[in-house]
Every structure is written in structure tokens, then in C-alpha cells.
């Protein structure tokens, strides 16, 4: 039988590739690494070269700050750094600090550093091969620094195994620099492959142009700016309407005091903002930028440096959470997006499902089979008001309203627009006063399963705070005595019906103004007006007024918009008038 093994040191070389285990997972964590060294230089220009998905070559040159002989031998070394003053990590003011990405990414393959520092000075290479260095030696290069890593994870070759198809490293290594792009706008860019360039991001450009660049020009048509401050934090960007969200978070860019992060706080504070407004499943396309002193963030939690921890968390969530609302229900803007699709629908050659089909069947689309029954309003006048949603003009099949503009139509589904507008009344209530209740002449009683009477029982005192007042009565019901005044003719007991299969979808770890709001929801879209109500042309106008004065009325409270604009340019192009 064998002793206990003694304790012994580990080499720098397997320190080093503990080491890189953490911080180099992929060929991406290499460009994150190094680009942010550049950004730290003080480069103006940063060109990463990317070969056979990262394996074969990254190759990161920039015209930063350089180093001289003595600074690029002690690079390498394990938690060498320029980027800390007097050891103090409370104030962090660079993306790099931990002195780790050098010797982590040399210990496991071949890398070569070229230097020179501005200023003067001759120009050093010095190479590392598997953890192996070889001493300074005289290079050519004019300015800046050039890393050229080789063979990337020969020294760890289970590594290698784990690593996606080199198209797909290729698109995350590529995926960093476009964030890097976003965040520094100033600092010229460039992502190329031995077949194409993926990122190119010319030097000295707005911010606004780089988020149009790196994130499109449809986004920009369909996002609105955002700008809070509170507390010495700061938080402003784009936010796409809800309408142009997306099925996964890829679009989603956050960053703290410049470095790009994937935080759970701030996601959770983006779903929070688009949580009246957006369909389940569904993200929202967005750029944040926070600021704030460094001493009030923590980004040291993690040697990817990807996550962070705000001093006052609760605080910047309200923050972010706030500073979007108040973008989304400024803007009045619809998704251009939606138009877009609908004329597309409309297209000879193109069916309802995107495929070819005969003319004859857009000819049918176009017939709107209005009914005889169907409401017109007044005579078009010679000048229309100028009105963002325009001027009623008809409904059709009783449920949408058709109404014109000074350059285009705006057709309006009545159900979700006015779901949207007794949401947020309610909301408006609630945060004022108080929901305005009605109690009931004569209390209605709910027959209900006796779990559903336990679950409502349970939240009386949240349903209270919505405008909704109900107890138990015996085992398999409720007896309801007030309601919230605005849904007074309302199906009662369908809302309690409905409210009961609510509650027992939230998440315990919803806030409580949340609970209280998914209530309100779904009491609004039980009293809205249905779909198949007729309408008169003066409270068809009413509703369209009422929209342009609320909150979010381009969403019900599901995320689904509740118009689509046609421009009378797209109506021409149909009828191939241009």
C-alpha cells in the first residue's frame, strides 16, 4: 500500500495551461483577448487575420502603443500587467488586468509577438512555443504590434475535439470584433478570411453609423434611442420595437463602461422592459451601454471577464428597465418590416406562403370581400389632418379598420388596439391612485375547482391591487365584489376564470409589480372589444386617436402589433405605377 502522494508545486508550463483552460476556450476567446490588448494600446486600427477556423492562424495588427524589449519579455509572464495601479482592483479601467491572455495563449501553441514602442525605439519579436519561450530578438515592423499565433491547442490536443466546424468558429471569432466594433466606434476594424472580409469598420466613425453598420439599416428603421441617468449610472442605445424581435438573443449587444458582456442581469432587465409588449419566446434586438464609476461595478468575477456585478443591482435594473419603457411607448413608429411583408404577400408570382403562384391569386387577395353591411365613414375631404394614424375610412370583416393618411393606409386590428388602450389605462390607474374599482350591486359567485378556489384565495391581496376583490366562498367557489370600474360590463366571471390559469403560469420569481401587470393584462384582453363588433365611423376614429395618445398601442399586450402601415409608394409599385 502506497502513502499519501505529497504535496508538490505544478510547473509554469501546466499552470499555464490550467490557466488557459479557463480563459482560452475557443479560437474566439483568442481574438477577444488580444483585440482588447490592442484597445488598451491605444490603437486607432486593429486587422485580425483568421485562417482554417482559428487553428491554423490568427493573426491580430494593431498601430497601438507598442513595447520595447524589456515590456514584451515580461508580456508573457503570468499576471504581468501595465493595467492595475497600486494593486488596487476597484479601479479597473482597462479590458485587460489580469495579466493572463499572453502566457495562457503561448502555453498552448505557437505564438510570435512583433513590437514597437511609439515614441522611438527599435522593433523585438519573441516567440513561444507550448509554454517554451525564446529571448527577444530584433524584428521589422514600423509600428504597433503584431501577434500571430500558430497551431492553436497543439499542446492540449483534447482541446481540438471539442471545437465546432471551423465555418462556425470562424462566425464567433467574427462575431467578437463586431462587438468590439460597436463599442468603440472610433477605432478602425477588420475581420478577413482566406475567403472573404466579414467585419469592416472604417476608423473615426459615430456611434450611430457603427450600430447602423455592424447591426443594419433595418434595425435602425425600427429601433428607437434610449437615455437615462441616475445615480451617477448611466444607460442609453437602440431598442428595436417589439414587433421586429427576433427567436433568439443574437441581436442582443451589452456593454459596461465599453467592454462587451453577457450578463443575466441585464438580460433579465431587457426581458423585464419588453415584458408588457413582446410574445413569449421572443427577444428583443437591442444595444445597451451602461456607464458607471468602476468602483461600482465588479468585473473581475470571472476570468473571461464576460460577467459582472454592479454594486447596487436592483438599482440598474430599474434603471435599464425604465430608460427602454420610456423609449418604446415614446415612439409611435411602426415596424417597417410589417409593411414590407405585406406588400410582399400582395406580389404576382408570390402565394400567402412565400411561394410561386398565379396572378389570379393575388387578384383574389386584393378582393377584400368587403360585406354590403360593412360601415363607411364621411366623404374624404380635399385635405386630410394630419393625423399619424390618419382618418377612418371603413372597417372590414368587423374587426379591422381601414383608415387613410397623407401618404399612405393604415389598417388597425380593433381587438388588440383596444387591449392595448384598457392595459394601459389600468396600468395608469394603479401607479396613480389606485385602480378605480366598482362594487359589484349584487356579489358574483364563481363556481371553480376547489385548487383553483385555494390558488385565488392565495393571491386576493396581488388581485386587490389590480381591482379585482374576491374571497373564498365554501370550498368550490369565490364570491367577487368589486371590479376594476374600466372592465365593469365585462364577463366577470370569464375574467376570474381566465386570471385563475394566469397565476398558475408566473414564475415565483416574478416581481410583484409584474404579477400585478400580467393581471391587468389579462383582464383587459378579456373586456376589449371583439373581434366582429361593429364599429361607427366616430368611434373608429376615437380608437385611432386614443392610440396615438398611449403607450406601446403599436402591441397588444401579447407583442402582436396592432397596425401595419402601407405607404402609397409600396401601393403603386403593386399596381406598377412606379
Do not use: W
Not at 458 to 478: I, R, Y
Request: glycine share 8%; hydrophobic share 40%; charged share 25%.
Amino acid at each position: 500500500m502506497t502513502g499519501v502522494p505529497r504535496v508538490r508545486r505544478l510547473s509554469e508550463g501546466t499552470v499555464n495551461r490550467i490557466a488557459a483552460g479557463e480563459v482560452i476556450e475557443r479560437p474566439a476567446s483568442v481574438v477577444k483577448e488580444l483585440v482588447e490588448n490592442a484597445i488598451d494600446a491605444g490603437a486607432t486600427q486593429i486587422d485580425v487575420a483568421f485562417r482554417g477556423g482559428g487553428k491554423s492562424l490568427i493573426r491580430v495588427t494593431d498601430d497601438g502603443g507598442g513595447m520595447g524589449r524589456e515590456d514584451l519579455a515580461l508580456a508573457i509572464e503570468r499576471h504581468a500587467t501595465s493595467k492595475l495601479s497600486d494593486d488596487d482592483l476597484t479601479d479597473i479601467r482597462f479590458l485587460g488586468f489580469r495579466g493572463e491572455a499572453l502566457p495562457s495563449i503561448g502555453a498552448v501553441s505557437r505564438m510570435v509577438i512583433a513590437s514597437r514602442p511609439r515614441g522611438g525605439g527599435d522593433a523585438h519579436l519573441i516567440a513561444v512555443e507550448g509554454g517554451l519561450l525564446t529571448p527577444p530578438r530584433p524584428a521589422a515592423l514600423t509600428r504597433g504590434t503584431e501577434i500571430e499565433v500558430k497551431d492553436l491547442f497543439f499542446a492540449t490536443p483534447a482541446r481540438l475535439k471539442f471545437l465546432k466546424a471551423d465555418r462556425s468558429e470562424t462566425a464567433e471569432a467574427a462575431e467578437v470584433v463586431r462587438r468590439m466594433a460597436l463599442a468603440h466606434p472610433g477605432i478602425g476594424f477588420s475581420f478577413a478570411t482566406e475567403e472573404r472580409r466579414l467585419v469592416d469598420a472604417p476608423v473615426g466613425e459615430t456611434e450611430e453609423a457603427r450600430v447602423r453598420r455592424v447591426m443594419g439599416a433595418e434595425f435602425m428603421a425600427n429601433a428607437v434611442p434610449f437615455d437615462l441617468e441616475r445615480e451617477g449610472v448611466r444607460v442609453r442605445g437602440y431598442a428595436a420595437l417589439p414587433t421586429f424581435s427576433r427567436n433568439t438573443s443574437g441581436q442582443q449587444y451589452m456593454f459596461v463602461n465599453s467592454r462587451s458582456v453577457r450578463d443575466k442581469l441585464l438580460s433579465g432587465a431587457i426581458r423585464g422592459a419588453y415584458a408588457d409588449v413582446m410574445p413569449g419566446g421572443r427577444y428583443a434586438a437591442l444595444v445597451l451601454f451602461a456607464t458607471c464609476p468602476p468602483e461600482r461595478v465588479d468585473v473581475n468575477v470571472h476570468p473571461a471577464k464576460a460577467e459582472v456585478r454592479f454594486r447596487d443591482s436592483g438599482m440598474v435594473r430599474g434603471l435599464i428597465i425604465s430608460a427602454i419603457r420610456e423609449a418604446l411607448g415614446r415612439s409611435r413608429a411602426p415596424d417597417t418590416g410589417l409593411g414590407q411583408q405585406t406588400v410582399a404577400r400582395f406580389r404576382p408570382g408570390t402565394s400567402s406562403a412565400g411561394a410561386p403562384s398565379g396572378f389570379s391569386e393575388v387578384q383574389q387577395a386584393f378582393a377584400m370581400n368587403m360585406p354590403p353591411a360593412a360601415v363607411p365613414s364621411a366623404e374624404t375631404p380635399a385635405v386630410l389632418p394630419d393625423y399619424p394614424l390618419g382618418q377612418a375610412r371603413t372597417q372590414i370583416h368587423d374587426n379591422y379598420i381601414v383608415a387613410q393618411t397623407r401618404d399612405g393606409l393604415v389598417l388597425v386590428d380593433q381587438h388588440a388596439a383596444h387591449e392595448r388602450l384598457v392595459y394601459e389605462r389600468l396600468k395608469r390607474e394603479r401607479s396613480q391612485s389606485g385602480v378605480e374599482t366598482q362594487p359589484l350591486l349584487v356579489p358574483l359567485v364563481v363556481d371553480l375547482d376547489p385548487v383553483d378556489v385555494e390558488r385565488l384565495a392565495a393571491a386576493a391581496d396581488l388581485l386587490a391591487q389590480g381591482g379585482l376583490v374576491l374571497e373564498a366562498f365554501g370550498d368550490g367557489a369565490v364570491i367577487v365584489r368589486e371590479v376594476p370600474a374600466a372592465i365593469a360590463r365585462a364577463d366577470i366571471a370569464g375574467i376570474v376564470r381566465e386570471v385563475v390559469g394566469e397565476l398558475a403560469e408566473l414564475d415565483v420569481t416574478t416581481s410583484l409589480t409584474e404579477r400585478i401587470n400580467h393581471v391587468l393584462a389579462t383582464m383587459a384582453c378579456h373586456h376589449s372589444v371583439r373581434a366582429g363588433r361593429r364599429l361607427r365611423p366616430e368611434e373608429m376614429d376615437a380608437l385611432l386617436r386614443e392610440m396615438e395618445a398611449t403607450p406601446n398601442s403599436g402591441q397588444c399586450n401579447h407583442g402582436r402589433p396592432t397596425f401595419i402601415e402601407l405607404k402609397l409608394s409600396d401601393i403603386e409599385k403593386l399596381f406598377g405605377r412606379r
